[in-house]
């Protein structure tokens, strides 16, 4: 009689698909990151302190920038790496380091943001707070100005923006004009002047305004007060135009600053994505080495 011989399959276990990640894992690698990052960066302080010499040196901080931007560079990619080796080293899957060691880069990314926005929030509220209190103070002292010097805002906000010479010499001007006049007249002469600088210029009406106040104030010919009133807007458009250039300069190198600092950054991430995806492949590889190790040979 013929027995028949019956073979059972084996099965071999799988991971439910649910437990392909692990997030203490994670979490001891982003501890890990964060740790091993502080211990650098207390490094970098350390020796950069050490290696300035301000008795020396004629320009100690020469140079240090760079080398700080170069440290910090170093730090970000070593203790992203160490911590997602960790990462991948816990998990236990042989297969999935890299994603451990991508996903500890991004939540690490997320806290660090986190942190730095609280900070700078702090800072922002704090000097929100201050400006709050001076706020009123400043106030008042404008409201004081203002009655003192019977209208002188007009002037004031015509030339709001323009320092230096020109400004200055504008107003210097009006008051050595106007000084034997009474405080009534010096005001009607400040206000028209800032009226007809408001228009930089252009505004016929307050310019004949002007004119008639020299002629019947200050005891000046047609021609002295047309002559004096071209001057006084000629120096206010050299001055404009001389904050109009600076202020077009400033722009122009606060974007190239954001541009460097943008594309800067960009880098930063990209090269710590790569060296995350690398220290948790690695670690998941020296896990699975291990696991090679404790497994017993089979004859």
Known sequence: MKEEVVYEQSVIPRQPALRRISWAAIFAGLI???????????????IGASAV????????????????????IVTS??????????????????????LHGLVTWGTTTLLTLILM???IGGILSGGA??????????????????????????????????SGGGADSIKQDIQSVSKDNTAQENAQLTVAVGKLLKSDGSDQEARQSVVNLLVSNNHMSQDEANRTVDRWVQDYQKTKGQ?????????EKTA???????????????????????????????????????????V
Do not use: H, Y
């Open 32 to 46: 890990i990151t964060l740790v091993v990052n502080l211990v650098l960066t207390i490094l970098g302080i350390s």
């Open 53 to 72: 010499s301000p008795l020396s040196q004629q320009n100690p901080g020469q140079g240090f920038g760079i080398g700080a931007a170069i440290w910090l």
């Open 77 to 98: 990619l070593i203790s992203m790496f160490c911590g997602a080796w960790v990462a991948g080293r816990m998990a236990g899957f042989a297969r999935e380091g890299s």
């Open 117 to 119: 926005t609280m900070g």
């Open 129 to 162: 707070k201050l400006l709050g209190q001076a706020i009123p103070g400043a106030g008042e002292a404008v409201a004081s100005m203002q009655n003192d010097s019977g209208g002188a805002g007009g002037i004031s906000s015509a030339l709001q923006g323009a």
């Open 243 to 251: 904050v109009e250039q600076k202020a077009r300069v400033v722009g």
């Open 256 to 298: 190239k600053g954001v541009s460097i600092a943008g594309w800067s950054a960009f880098g930063m991430l990209v090269l710590s994505a790569i060296a995350a995806a690398a220290g948790g492949a690695s670690g998941a590889a020296s896990f699975a080495r291990a696991r090679a190790l404790d497994t017993p040979a089979t």
